[in-house]
C-alpha cells in the first residue's frame, strides 16, 4: 500500500517572525508620518504666506477706492486697542468684512487651521490684522514651523490712512 509520510517540517512564517516583520512596518510608517506632519505644516505656512499677499492686494484696492480702510470692527464696535482675527467667535462681525461689503472680494481669506481663541495662545493660528489712526496698518499669521507671529513684509506700516 502506500505510505503517507507526514512532513516534519512545515512551510510558513511563525507568530514571531510575523510580529517582528508588522513591529518593523509599524516603525517605518509612524517616521514617514511624522516627516509627513512636518511637510503639511509647512504647506499650511506656505498658503498663509500667498494669503497675506492676496489680503494685502485686496486692502490696496479698497484703500484706493475708499481712500482708506476701516479701524477693526470687533464685536461691532470700533475697537481701538483689539485686533481683527480670522477665527472671531461665531455672531460677531466677520474678519475683513469690510472687504466683503464694499465690493472687493465675496470671500476673504482664512488661516488653514484657524482655531485661535484670542490673542496669540500658543499652538494656534489665525490671521491677524489693524489699522489705527497714527500707527498704521498690521496683517499677520503665526507660522507652524517657528511658532512666531509673522507680520507680512512693511505691514506695521505707519503710512497707512486708517478710518
Same mark, same amino acid.
Given at each position: 500500500m502506500f505510505k503517507i509520510h507526514k512532513n516534519k517540517f512545515k512551510k510558513g512564517f511563525t507568530l514571531i517572525e510575523l510580529l517582528v516583520v508588522v513591529a518593523i512596518i509599524s516603525l517605518l510608517s509612524s517616521i514617514v508620518f511624522a516627516s509627513l506632519n512636518s511637510a503639511r505644516a509647512k504647506a499650511r505656512d506656505a498658503v498663509r504666506a500667498q494669503d497675506m499677499q492676496t489680503i494685502y492686494t485686496m486692502l490696496v484696492q479698497y484703500s484706493l477706492q475708499y481712500n482708506g480702510i476701516p479701524t477693526p470692527n /470687533?464685536? #461691532?464696535?470700533?475697537?481701538?486697542?483689539?485686533? %481683527?482675527?480670522?477665527?472671531?467667535?461665531? !455672531?460677531?462681525?466677520?474678519?475683513?468684512s469690510f472687504l466683503? /461689503?464694499? #465690493?472687493?472680494?465675496?470671500?476673504?481669506?482664512? %488661516?488653514p487651521t484657524n482655531n485661535?481663541? !484670542?490673542d496669540d495662545t500658543p499652538g494656534t493660528y489665525a490671521y491677524k490684522y489693524y489699522c489705527y489712526p497714527g500707527q498704521g496698518l498690521a496683517l499677520g499669521y503665526r507660522s507652524e514651523k517657528t511658532g512666531v507671529t509673522t507680520f507680512y513684509?512693511?505691514?506695521?506700516?505707519?503710512?497707512?490712512?486708517?478710518?
Open positions: /470687533t464685536y #461691532g464696535v470700533n475697537d481701538y486697542g483689539g485686533w %481683527d482675527y480670522s477665527s472671531q467667535p461665531i !455672531g460677531t462681525p466677520t474678519f475683513l466683503i /461689503t464694499g #465690493g472687493i472680494t465675496p470671500r476673504v481669506p482664512f %488661516d485661535m481663541p !484670542g513684509p512693511r505691514f506695521q506700516d505707519p503710512d497707512w490712512t486708517c478710518l
